[in-house]
């Protein structure tokens, strides 16, 4: 492709995307459409919500430019263009896949054995990766079938999930796709159908950033972070050539350092405390710049230029045929350390010893928290009203180590304190609910006097991570009861109701008490 083809896709992208998100917009305006049932990691804290479709705009975008130019910049590439089909066609599935979940929440298993399907349907239609070449010693290794199967379920099934994890933050998600098509724009000279999606999605990124970038008028949900990441494992693998060339596998995987870094400390976080591995939390890296007191722009502004330090060591890497992949390997860790000891994560990082003694210190009551709690969301399908699941909440925190609950549903509170509470030094975290900013949980534990500096950490941390579980266990509580009512979460009476009573004298023995 040359010049003027590449100027005019990337423009077409640009704008074929800037009018599909004008029109997304307006009909979810016009039909009172926002948002996707509320979910306890995704509270509802912006009003009026932002909507999660602009996955529309992005795969509209992808399908208008690929109908308009495939038949001037491949006309004579006809083995490109049965190969761009397949990866539209796949692409669009898992786009699907995505959608659905932003409509309607299918759940962490039927994504995942979705995800699983679109991607073995890739693999058996010939995009995957048979081979892979072998840094340092110049040698190529043949996967065989069922390891190159394996591979490319990895491969693609990772890349869709990094995308949609990194997109915590306005911005973010796009910012770094919109980095990665650069790249493989860059590195696609010499695959017409690579090179000529990645132009056309970079156009379509630059255009659904003016609506993304902080503060976001529409984020690209499910659909569009499904969309993206699959998109960018299926070039990656046509771009390598089925597997044989290393360095354009490897390349991908610099721009991606920060989702990859995040994921792996997520899931160390979460299995060395006991809970489940792939469980949504708010203790992702973006979660604790904005806890730090930063900007969500001063937060996408840092992390673009932390990625974009990494697409030149991706090109660097691509270029050098692997010849520099030492050195550039050390300027990654030498940007990650400099960069964490900046933000003063190092300090956690690097106490190992602490975080891992902690972590199993907290592993026994974290799973006890989590059949309580399992227990307070079926409770939602058994209570009659919303006044006895408030007991069966006061219940459970209660026995999880908490002297002080305050619930505010639509503007109404109900609290219940333990006499033990008076005059206490109190710990006291805040949980922001789904459905409603007026929807807030306050949760008070008792700071014991008897830990030093070094265990008071360790116990905060498990209450906020306590604290967590209940509200969330609340949380899908209530939207089950929601359901089986179809009547709005709130108290029955309008007053504000607070209660301070013996520990003992609040449903001592309730007939459903969970087992422990």
């Known amino acids: 492709m040359n010049g003027y083809q590449l100027a005019t896709v990337a423009s077409a992208g640009l704008f074929v995307c800037l009018g599909l998100i004008g029109l997304v917009l307006k009909s979810c305006r016009h039909l009172h459409f926002s948002d996707r049932e509320g979910e306890w990691h995704h509270p509802h804290s912006r009003q009026p919500p932002v909507p999660r479709l602009g996955g529309i705009a992005l795969a509209g975008t992808f399908v208008a430019v690929f109908v308009l130019f495939?038949?001037?910049a491949l006309k004579n590439q006809p083995g490109a263009l049965a190969e761009l089909a397949k990866i539209a066609g796949l692409s669009l599935a898992?786009?699907?896949?995505?959608?659905?979940?932003?409509?309607?929440?299918?759940?962490?298993?039927?994504?995942?054995?979705?995800?699983?399907?679109?991607?073995?349907?890739?693999?058996?239609?010939?995009?995957?990766?048979?081979?892979?070449g072998l840094p340092f010693i110049g040698q190529t290794v043949d996967l065989g079938i069922w390891w190159a199967w394996l591979v490319t379920l990895f491969w693609l099934v990772g890349m869709t999930n990094l995308i949609n994890l990194i997109d915590g933050v306005d911005g973010l998600a796009g910012g770094i796709g919109l980095m990665l098509m650069l790249l493989l724009a860059g590195v696609g000279g010499g695959t017409g159908d690579v090179q000529f999606i990645a132009v056309g999605m970079t156009g379509a990124l630059l255009g659904f950033l003016c609506f993304n970038f902080p503060p976001a008028k529409i984020y690209m949900g499910d659909g569009g972070a499904y969309f993206l990441g699959f998109l960018i494992g299926c070039l990656t693998i046509a771009n390598s050539h089925k597997g044989t060339v290393f360095a354009a596998l490897i390349a991908p995987l610099f721009v991606l350092a920060l989702p990859i870094l995040d994921t792996l400390?997520?899931?160390?976080?979460?299995?060395?405390r006991g809970l489940p591995l792939f469980r949504p939390d708010r203790r992702h890296i973006h979660h604790r710049l904005l806890e730090m007191g930063l900007s969500s722009r001063q937060i996408v502004l840092g992390l673009?230029?932390?990625?974009?330090?990494?697409?030149?060591?991706?090109?660097?890497?691509?270029?050098?045929?692997?010849?520099?992949?030492p050195i550039l390997t050390g300027c990654a860790v030498l940007i990650i350390l400099l960069s964490a000891g900046k933000l003063s994560f190092s300090r956690e990082w690097f106490a190992v010893g602490r975080v891992l003694g902690g972590s199993l210190d907290m592993r026994a009551e974290i799973q006890y928290a989590l059949h309580q709690t399992r227990w307070l969301a079926m409770e939602g399908a058994r209570c009659k009203s919303i006044d006895s699941l408030w007991e069966d909440l006061v219940f459970v925190a209660r026995k999880l180590g908490y002297v002080k609950v305050r619930l505010e549903l639509d503007n109404v509170e109900k609290t219940w304190q333990s006499p033990d509470?008076?005059?206490a030094d109190c710990s006291t975290s805040i949980h922001q609910l789904p459905c409603g900013p007026s929807n807030v949980m306050e949760l008070s534990a008792p700071c014991s006097a008897l830990v030093g500096k070094k265990l008071s950490e360790t116990h905060e941390t498990k209450f906020r991570?306590?604290?967590?579980?209940?509200?969330?266990g609340w949380a899908k509580a209530a939207r089950v009861w929601e359901k089986s009512h179809r009547l709005p979460v709130r108290f029955e009476t309008r007053k504000t109701s607070t209660a301070i009573i013996a520990a003992d004298a609040l449903n001592p023995e309730p007939a459903s008490r969970p087992a422990a």
């Open 94 to 132: 898992m786009f699907a896949l995505g959608l659905w979940d932003d409509f309607r929440p299918l759940g962490a298993r039927r994504k995942f054995f979705g995800q699983l399907a679109v991607a073995s349907a890739a693999y058996f239609l010939g995009l995957g990766i048979q081979r892979v």
């Open 465 to 472: 991570i306590l604290g967590d579980l209940v509200a969330e």
């Open 70 to 72: 495939f038949g001037v």
């Open 304 to 325: 673009y230029a932390f990625t974009a330090s990494f697409l030149v060591l991706g090109l660097a890497a691509f270029w050098s045929h692997d010849e520099y992949l």
């Open 265 to 272: 400390l997520a899931i160390l976080r979460r299995g060395l």
């Open 421 to 423: 509470a008076t005059g």
